[in-house]
């Protein structure tokens, strides 16, 4: 057993490498807290239960999200599986910041059973409500209860890959970029959360 727990060079890359060996779909995540709604794009949110009667997700939101702070003040959101050509959709909810400015202007939006922010072109959605919560430095993983959902259409969905392939390259560009800048972000929280000294 090695003694250092830090990954070589080698493995950082096999395990980057590792990440791109499934294909993860692109979730819209909207939130309302009181008068105050906001949206992003994630791919960290995945199935948490098998049983049918007792739905689950769990999902990990940056802590430098507009739609963060709305899932903390109201314990709940709304997931929505996006069509494969929705790239207007990804450009309006991932790369803008709800701290600046309404994701939703423009928009014709629906309302969730239980009052999240409906995106009707959406392929299907699902009411989240937050059953424990933990606090991972740069994120908070949220395990929620599935209360209600629908299926809008049935369309390809909208994945990493399919983002990756279909994105102009001024588009890829941006996204590269705001990766990068939140890649130092988390790093950063993660490094504190651990008490560990920043590196460099």
């Keep these: 057993m090695q003694d250092d727990p830090d990954l070589t060079h080698q ?10 060996l499934y294909d993860p779909p692109l979730w819209l995540v909207t939130s309302r807290a009181q008068e105050r709604r906001g949206g992003l794009i994630a791919t960290s949110a995945v199935r ?27 314990g709940r959101f709304a997931l929505h599986l996006l069509p494969a050509e929705a790239l207007a959709t990804v450009w309006r909810f991932g790369l803008a ?6 994701k939703f202007a423009g928009l014709t939006m629906g309302e969730t059973s239980d009052g999240n922010p409906l995106y009707p072109q959406a392929l299907s959605w699902m009411d989240c409500r937050v059953e424990q919560w933990m606090d991972i430095g740069d994120r ?15 369309a390809p969905t909208m994945t990493v890959a399919t983002l ?9 560009a941006e996204l590269d970029r705001l990766y990068a800048r939140d890649q130092t972000i988390d790093a950063a929280a993660i490094h ?6 920043r590196p460099g």
């Design 11 to 20: 493995s950082t890359a096999a395990v980057e490498e590792i990440f791109h």
């Design 48 to 74: 948490a239960s098998i049983v049918a009667e007792l739905p689950r997700m769990l999902i990990a939101i940056a802590k430098q999200h507009h739609t963060w702070g709305l899932i903390e003040s109201s």
């Design 97 to 102: 910041s709800g701290h600046t400015i309404d």
């Design 140 to 154: 908070t993983t949220y395990l929620a209860e599935v209360a209600g959902g629908a299926i809008l259409t049935r």
């Design 164 to 172: 990756l392939r279909d994105a102009p390259p001024e588009r890829r």
């Design 192 to 197: 504190a959360w651990r008490g560990e000294p």
